[in-house]
């Protein structure tokens, strides 16, 4: 059992479901699958499951600021 929890914590430290990614970068489901699309955010499928490198949204999130600015200059925040 406890190998299992240690697995488990190892997946959670290094992957993010759907909704973990969309609440920690702050934007919509349809802003959100549009970057997946795009192919500006990579997913993992493992059968039915769906997820999302850790680091590749920690690095987006700390990007967001300056992308908005470039991309949004009209829009204050």
């Known amino acids: 059992m ?5 697995q ?7 992957f993010l ?3 973990e990614a969309i ?6 489901k349809q802003c ?3 970057l997946v699309a795009r192919g500006k955010i990579q997913k993992i499928r493992k059968g039915s499951a769906v997820l999302y490198y850790a ?11 300056w992308l908005r600015k470039k ?3 009209f829009q204050d925040g």
């Not at 488990?8 to 290094?14: A, E, I, S």
């Open 55 to 65: 680091d590749e949204i920690k690095e987006r999130k700390q990007q967001q600021p």
């Open 8 to 14: 488990l914590k190892v997946l959670n430290n290094l």
């Open 71 to 73: 991309y949004r200059p």
């Open 2 to 6: 406890k190998n299992y929890e240690e």
């Open 17 to 19: 479901s759907t909704q």
């Open 23 to 28: 609440d920690s970068l702050g934007v919509s």
């Open 32 to 34: 959100f699958h549009s």
